[in-house]
């Protein structure tokens, strides 16, 4: 028990040093979700026939293989066949981001869709081309209407990022499975781990929650 009590003493700041680098991996790969995200959503619902096609195969594809087959793919394959040698923080945030533009473009081509289709119609009477109206009407309505879907998209990331030790980043998971392997204290230092998970993942939705109240529109949802 005293020897327990030693190695997580000595353990939780190493452990706690990773959550710098998960939260890195998390806002990132969101960030690059959402950047990517919002065209694929913009393309299935107002693109043409090769537009929708393109967007739907690109979700297909990140929705329909696992996202450690993809680290793999990516970072041991196809990043080197192009010749981007990246570290495994950026290779990590690149695979991560891109599997998450694939589920993110689905809750904001749900919200999109939400929409009334008159608001659309309405800004073509005022002479809006249909960029226009889609940049200044329909995605600042659909965006905030997503919050809810990103609070559980950002919840699903959190977790897959635990997947990324397997390319060397020295995050949570990284550095809990480095000590536990060198201390033979696999249980209390895997509580540990779960303990952060959990505190990253209801700090993160608590203050999406927030967010999502202060800028929410009137007559949708809960107001």
């Known amino acids: 028990m005293q020897h327990t009590l030693d190695v997580l003493i000595e353990a939780v700041p190493f452990l706690v040093g990773g959550v710098g680098t998960t939260l890195v991996i998390v806002i990132g790969g969101m960030l690059l979700g959402l950047v990517l995200g919002v065209p694929l959503a913009v393309g299935q619902v107002y693109g043409n026939a090769i537009a929708r096609r393109a967007a739907g195969l690109y979700v297909w594809f990140f929705r329909g293989v696992p996202i450690l087959v993809l680290l793999f793919l ?3 394959g196809l990043f080197h066949l192009i010749g981007l040698n990246l570290g495994a923080v950026a290779a990590a945030i690149l695979v991560l981001g891109m599997t998450s533009a694939a589920y993110q473009s689905q809750i904001f081509r749900g919200a999109i869709l939400s929409l009334s289709q008159g608001q659309f119609r309405a800004a073509s009477a005022l002479g809006m081309s ?6 200044t009407i329909i995605l600042p309505q659909a965006l905030r209407l997503s919050l809810p879907g990103w ?10 990022s635990a ?3 397997v390319l060397g980043a020295t995050e949570i998971m990284a550095r809990t499975h480095f000590v536990a392997s060198r201390e033979y204290q696999h249980m209390p230092l895997y509580i540990t781990a779960a ?3 959990f505190l990253l993942t209801w700090a993160g939705v608590r203050s999406l929650r927030a967010f999502e109240r ?7 949802g809960r107001t």
């Open 151 to 160: 609070s559980n998209e950002y919840s699903i990331m959190l977790k897959d």
């Open 163 to 165: 997947l990324v030790f």
């Open 195 to 197: 303990l952060l998970y």
């Open 74 to 76: 990516f970072y041991y």
């Open 130 to 135: 249909n960029a226009q109206a889609i940049a």
């Open 214 to 220: 202060r800028v929410a529109i009137r007559g949708y």
